[in-house]
């Protein structure tokens, strides 16, 4: 991304925050005020996160943290910050472009290397799966799938560039750290090929550099692992720890990456389980007398609230297509509904997308676009919220994973 | 509303998709090796294909023979040059330019005058539909568009 601009700004809105239902307090959550949310700081299963702009200085409502991979077994190593915290995906990659280390290739049955298509809905990442140690405050994962991403090492095939447009070139970040409610970015989906062309392949294999890559089954465990389920102690999910923002948007703001549920003195269970579908990860949503079913999940690498709405948009030639741009800030409520019976309600604010430009600003409260057909609760959704992510298949407490809970 | 008229499997070769004629549905069933099904609405029907994983595509093919509107929902995003076919580039065009402008991931939300293409979602999830304004029978509104 090479426009120095961040795409949105925010409106000035003095007082904005403290003028919805939630109160000024911070809180924000099922019905009414609610104190606020306590930042855990200290312990060896945090991780620092930040919404600040990211190492391109252009990313707003984004959370930034630092890894640490290591060629596997081995102590060298190298600490690489501005990676997107990501609860939408699964699995760390990481910019071929930063990575100085020369990391194991994964290879497939026959020798050759394994290459991965991830589509995103802004594109998709590719480049090839390898080994390393990972290393996220004190957790330790060893020998975990990762992939590295790049445009130039393989030729991406035509039914991966077919699902979109590469995202590789203008992350905004220097990777990705999927700490979604999958231990694989695939599952058992990818543990064969899928023949039938209307079904898509994530996994390629890749004689040469020039060579077209073929589709190739990987089990479980070959396949990009979220590396919290590998980690030995704390490794049942995550905690995403961010205060409110003061006014609706402020330059910065630092939270915490908390490492297990009811694990620790620092990481109980608290707030209200919604069980996700455990095929698609969603839970349902109504607003506005809709009921979105199956069709919501809580996004930390989408940097706004996205839903169907009337509410005016920017402008598909504007400086933020698909945002909306309403000429008053809405305020506005919906209900989540989880798989195991609870909901609650969920109170926010959408301002105009476009008030902002100049602002230096990257936490925005209350930044929203367009999705037709279900309920994207992106970044701004985690201000003055505790988020926990229970990860299928570890045993986090509070019922059936996988889990979010807020 | 919409009435089940026909239950079929076969497929027949021919090229693909939106702005297509009602053959370009059984490429792209042929080329899903899906199921189809097709139910009527008032001034036009929909052919819901099926592949064998899962993936649902919806293709709106008005009474005058044209598919003027294309939804989806799988695990992944479907084939969108198959899907989109002599429109797959303007997508891409618009996508690319819409990239430019801004940092960030965020649903897809392309609003050109002669093509409207939107999808969400995350790994596991997607979701997303594809419409020719200028091809929607009088009287169909997007809304319609599921």
Known sequence: MKDPKKLLILIFA??????FSTGCGGGSSSSGSTPANTITSTGANVASISVNGGPAGNYPDASFTTVTVCVPGTST????????????????????????????QQKASDGNPVVECLPFVSGYTWGPVQMADVEIASEKASSLPIQVLSDSDFVAPASCTSRGMPSDGNLGANGILGVGLFAQDCGSYCE??????????????????????????????????????????????????????????????????????????????????????????????????????????????????????????????????????????????????????????????????????????????????????????????????????????????????????? | MYAL?????????????????????????????????????????????QSPAGAVVREYVSFAGKVFAITWQGRWPPDMRQLLGNYFDQY???????????????PLEIEQPGLVVQMGGHPRSFRGRAYVPDLLPSGVAAEAIQ
């Open chain 2, 92 to 106: 891409a065009q618009a996508a690319k330019a819409q990239g430019r402008v801004g940092t960030g991931r965020r």
């Open chain 2, 5 to 49: 008229f026909a239950v079929a499997s076969s497929a027949h070769p021919a090229l693909a998709a939106l702005g297509g004629d009602v053959a370009s549905v059984q490429a792209d069933q042929l080329h899903m090796r899906g199921t189809l099904r097709t139910t009527a609405a008032t001034s036009y029907s929909v052919h819901e294909i």
């Open chain 1, 77 to 104: 190593c190298q600490t690489i910050d501005g990676i997107l915290v990501d609860t939408g995906s699964s699995g760390l990659r990481i910019l071929s472009s930063v990575l100085t280390l020369s990391l194991p």
């Open chain 1, 192 to 406: 064969q090929v899928q023949t039938a062309a209307g079904d898509f392949n994530p996994y390629y294999e890749c004689a040469s550099s020039t060579a077209t890559c073929q589709a190739v089954g990987e089990s479980l465990a070959q396949q990009v692992q979220n590396p919290v389920a590998l980690f030995s102690t704390d490794h049942n999910g995550v905690i995403l720890e961010f205060p409110a923002v003061s006014g609706g948007e402020e330059a910065s703001v630092s939270g915490s990456l908390v490492f297990g549920i009811g694990t620790q003195s620092n990481n109980a269970l608290s707030g209200t389980v919604y069980a996700a579908d455990p095929a698609t990860g969603n839970f349902s949503t109504t607003y506005n007398g809709t009921a979105y079913s199956d069709a919501s999940f809580i996004d930390s690498g989408s940097n706004g609230y996205f839903f169907p709405s009337t509410i005016t948009q920017c402008g598909s030639t504007s400086n933020a297509p698909g945002f909306y741009c309403p000429s008053s800030t809405q305020n506005l409520s919906a209900t989540n509904q989880g798989a195991n019976g609870t909901s609650g309600t969920v109170d926010f604010s959408i301002a105009n997308a476009l008030t902002l430009s100049g602002s230096d600003d990257f936490a925005l409260s209350n930044l929203g676009g367009t999705f037709s057909g279900g309920f994207d609760w992106g970044l701004p959704f985690f201000f003055g919220r505790n988020v926990y992510v229970a990860i299928e298949g570890q045993g986090a407490p509070g019922g059936t994973v996988p889990y979010w809970a807020y």
């Open chain 1, 14 to 19: 003095v007082g904005l925050a403290c003028g």
